[in-house]
């Protein structure tokens, strides 16, 4: 969806939709480290800056790969240009389903930025009316030829209640 179509409705949405690409977002230390504490796993290649330069393979720390997947509800928030209106009683509300498919192509290393692109793939309507949803979805890594990460996201949509 391009910014002039980002408020069509969940419902008008047809497999093969281009959904946008988001902003960039830099991938902080900070942000690694603080996914690092909450997630208790500390590896030092990915929270220790001093060690990753001189122990790691990338010259330096680098984002964990659940970090990236993490992403992906606020890449897309950012591509269709919009986010929950906070009242699924009114608007309806997504449910994470879980990946067809998912790769971890490329690492991002601290500082760099990513963004996603998305586009709906399928689209169907189960008997309790829901939109089960999957999205195409590319994180690229700003100045990288590589994608940092290529996925299915099977994502499940409640419509507001009637």
Known sequence: MTNATARRTVESLQPGDDLGTSPWIAVTQEMIDGFGAITSD????????????????????????????SLLTHLLHG?????????PQASGYYLNYGFDRLRLVSPVRAGKAVRGHFRL?????????????TFHCTVEIEGEERPALVADWLTVWVPPEA
Request: glycine share 12%; net charge negative; proline share 8%.
């Open 42 to 69: 500390l590896d030092p290649i990915h929270v220790d800056p001093v060690w990753a330069q001189k122990n790691g393979p990338f010259g330096g720390t680098i984002a964990f790969g659940f970090l990236t997947v």
């Open 79 to 87: 591509a269709v240009g919009n986010a929950p209106d906070g009242d």
């Open 121 to 133: 793939t399928d689209r169907t309507r189960d008997a309790r009316q829901r939109l089960m949803m």
